[in-house]
């Protein structure tokens, strides 16, 4: 019998996040505290720029992102912000959105298969991803259920679930 298998990515849908952002924006145009603070979000190249003129306020558009990201089933690990920074008169946030599993990662979860998975379970790095890969079912549904409780500091999905 062969082999069944599965891959463990860590991939975020673009429209997703872009449509968190629209909705952050529309959100922000319509709330009372928001009025006259110049309050925007948009991408800016490949980065997501959250502007307003106070502090507590641009922390406030990034809770109000972060809500929105919830709510469409994205995690928050996958979203990278930085902390405010005065620029002219208005205060900016950066926030990147984190994709791909690096190398030390990869060797992270892959030590974490082999130290405590199932034993006949392989785990290759295959670029920004990882195959698992496994005589049983039952051991590969084992350690995805492993892995969940695990705290990683990334997001990760199932895909190709063979």
Known sequence: MADSSFDIVSKVEKQEVDNAINQTSREIATRYDFKNVGATIGWSGERIELKADGEDRVKAILDVLQSKLIARKISLKALDAGEPQLSGKEYKIFATIKEGISQDDAKKISKIIRDEGP??????????????????????QEIQALLKGKDLDFAIQYVNYR
């Open 119 to 140: 034993k006949g379970v392989k785990a290759q790095i295959q670029g920004e991803e990882l195959r698992v890969s496994s005589k049983s079912r039952d051991d590969l």
